[in-house]
């Protein structure tokens, strides 16, 4: 071989490595590419809820958690923070998978205002976190916990257990009272979730997760939401919506007029004032029949004529088709007027 190359060789060597630099390139990018994995689809149990429901259902509880963390400061006097951390669409297989045999779940009835037969909603808490509350319940400090996954609650820890709980279910009502009316019971804790058979294992639900810290103690909170509960409860909020949407364009077409016509059957108390006599306690009580009481008024002055107790008209005392009647005189307030002041009254 010659000790000297010609630059043809030259420049078919640097082409040689500077294109196996390029292949080494791309060869990394692939293998980082290869790296990123993705989340299966599963086509046989697609989606049921789109990302503006589950965005909804984010919204209202982390009010749930703000109301949360006031419970529980109020009942254990302790520092604590509630915070949402995801809302996961899923099976309820997946659910009860997840959970032990010696976990607890709290069960909730929902009553919606169609009546309608629903799932229950499941609560489940972490036994380190539960164990935490029910010792500083019972005067401890809720920190030295020797508690794992397969801790087993004794009778009286349920007792206390139902009633941490209780608390924690009813302000479901309140967060969702902004949507819908809607009324929670609670009707059980569940010793043993495998045994549960009140959702359908198939049947597609939302978990709310939440973490809670209590004192220097972190555990977790999942709420379950059966479809057919929350599909219900979505119905009656799209159908309460458009309700108000009629209504309100209904009061914008409504004018003074109609409003007017609207109250002209309205049935309202008059009443004839003769006159305004002051008498002594004395006088009243040794007052029999046949008495007179001077009213200070001449005999044919006009009486005042007060409607629902404001006076609008003066009127001669006079007899109508042999009853006691009265003929109106003169006006005392004018209706323009009455309206004008009834309509700042309003704005106020």
């Not at 809670?212 to 119905?235: A, R, V």
């Not at 006088?283 to 046949?290: S, W």
Request: hydrophobic share 40%; net charge negative; charged share 25%.
């Amino acid at each position: 071989m010659a000790d000297v190359l010609s630059q043809s060789q030259i420049d078919a060597l640097l082409n040689s490595m500077q294109n196996s630099g390029a292949d080494e390139v791309v060869e990394e990018k692939k293998e980082v590419v290869k790296e990123k994995e993705y989340k299966k689809y599963d086509f046989f149990s697609p989606k049921k809820y789109t990302k503006d429901k589950l965005k909804m259902l984010s919204s209202i509880y982390d009010n749930y958690s703000r109301i949360a963390a006031s419970q529980i400061n109020g009942l254990f006097r302790a520092a604590s923070e509630v915070e949402v951390m995801g809302v996961e669409e899923q099976r309820y297989y997946e659910f009860g998978n997840a959970l032990n045999e010696s976990d607890v779940l709290t069960i909730a009835n929902i009553d919606l205002p169609d009546r309608s037969s629903n799932p229950p909603m499941l609560m489940h808490i972490s036994p380190l976190l539960m164990a935490s509350m029910i010792d500083r319940m019972l005067g401890g400090t809720g920190m030295d916990m020797s508690v794992d996954m397969s801790y087993t609650y004794t009778d009286i820890e349920l007792a206390l257990y139902a009633k941490i709980i209780k608390y924690l279910v009813m302000i479901t009502k309140d967060v969702w009272a902004g949507y819908i009316n809607l009324d929670v019971e609670f009707e059980r804790v569940e010793e043993n979730p495998s045994m549960f058979q009140g959702i359908s294992v198939d049947e597609t639900v939302v978990i709310i997760m939440l973490h809670i810290s209590l004192g220097g103690i972190d555990g977790s909170m999942n709420i379950c939401m059966p479809g057919t509960l929350l599909s219900n409860m979505f119905e009656i909020i799209d159908k309460t919506k458009h309700l108000a949407k009629k209504i309100d364009a209904a009061h914008l077409r409504n004018t003074k007029e109609d409003i007017l016509e609207n109250i002209r059957e309205s049935k309202m108390d008059i009443m004839a004032q003769l006159g305004i006599a002051k008498l002594n306690l004395d006088d009243v009580y040794n007052l029999h029949v046949g008495d007179v009481i001077d009213l200070n008024k001449p005999q044919d002055s006009l009486i005042s004529l007060y409607i629902e107790g404001q006076p609008w008209f003066n009127g001669q005392l006079g007899v109508h088709n042999k009853n006691v009647a009265v003929k109106i005189e003169d006006r005392l307030i004018e209706p323009n007027k009455l309206l004008e002041e009834a309509e700042e009254d309003v704005a106020v």
